[in-house]
Structure formats: structure tokens, C-alpha cells
């Protein structure tokens, strides 16, 4: 293995850890990464069975897909994308919060996460996993629901949230 592609992992996990997670509580994608197996527009299956099999293991809710969430997360990764940046805050100044919303989606709770450079759904889950605070945002017994994308440069962007009831 070149020098390179063994520091290739950390370059990922670094800028994970660099910016942390965000959350806030109040009270598709249209292709797969290189090498990965076509999906149904943004539901990633694989990603899914991930989270859910890490949250039983403390007794947590699974998760389900929820299309809002993930049409503000895919907006968020095609502006990084785009834009060649990587911030939870978009380029038109908007917060992740104000993306979900923007989707229709009303929130009691919700958190991002983000991520550049992973080129599966596994090697994302496990970064994410591998950072406190994003950890603690999958790990989080406040949401219900979530949505996840992916944009080319291997940007990624995980919505987790709770409706208002």
C-alpha cells in the first residue's frame, strides 16, 4: 500500500472531525459513489441497516427514511459539490435547519452530519461513527427519522430528525 492511499482514511475522518455535528432541538441522490451498487434514489439501503444495527445495540428507535429530509440533505451536498466547499452552513448563508424546513419538513429536534471524501456508505458510517459528536448524533435516542446524500467529490450530508407531532 502506497504512503498516500494509507493516509487516504485519515484525510476523511480529519475533515469529519474538523468541523464537528450540528443538532438543534425546539420544546435523491441521483447516482451512487464509484464502486458502490445502484440504489434506489436516495434511500441507501446499505447505510440504513448500518445505523439502525448500531442504535439496537443501546435499544434505540430504528430509523426511517424520510424524502424531505433527504431532499435537504441532497440540496446541501450538490451545493458543496457545486460550489467546491465544505461547511454546514450553504453557501446562500442557510443552516441546516432552515434547509429542512425550506422541504416542508417541521421539526421538534433535528442534527446534521457531514462528510467529504468517503466513497461508500460504510466507509461515511464508519467515520462518522469513529467522531463524538457525530456519533452522538446517530446515537441520539431524539430522532425518528433521517435522510442521506451524496454529491460528486464524495460529499455526504446525514438530515436526523423528530416531526413536530
Request: charge should be negative; charged fraction near 10%; proline fraction near 7%.
Amino acid at each position: 500500500m502506497s504512503p498516500g492511499r494509507a493516509l487516504a482514511p485519515l484525510k476523511g475522518l480529519l475533515a469529519v472531525m474538523a468541523l464537528g455535528a450540528c443538532q438543534i432541538g425546539v420544546e435523491g441522490i441521483d447516482r451512487p459513489p464509484a464502486g458502490s451498487a445502484p440504489v434506489m434514489i436516495g434511500t441507501f439501503p446499505g447505510f440504513q441497516g448500518l445505523m439502525n444495527t448500531a442504535r439496537a445495540g443501546p435499544g434505540l428507535n430504528p430509523l426511517s427514511y424520510n424524502a424531505k429530509l433527504a431532499a435537504a440533505a441532497q440540496v446541501h451536498a450538490d451545493d458543496m459539490s457545486a460550489n467546491n466547499f465544505f461547511s454546514h452552513v450553504g453557501s446562500d448563508g442557510s443552516s441546516f435547519a432552515q434547509r429542512i424546513v425550506a422541504q416542508g419538513y417541521n421539526y421538534a429536534w433535528a442534527a446534521e452530519n457531514i462528510a467529504q471524501g468517503q466513497v461508500s456508505e460504510a466507509e461515511v458510517f464508519a467515520d462518522w461513527m469513529n467522531s463524538a459528536s457525530h456519533r452522538a448524533n446517530i446515537l441520539s435516542a431524539e430522532p425518528t427519522e433521517f435522510g442521506l446524500a451524496w454529491a460528486p467529490g464524495n460529499y455526504w450530508v446525514l438530515e436526523l430528525a423528530r416531526p413536530l407531532p
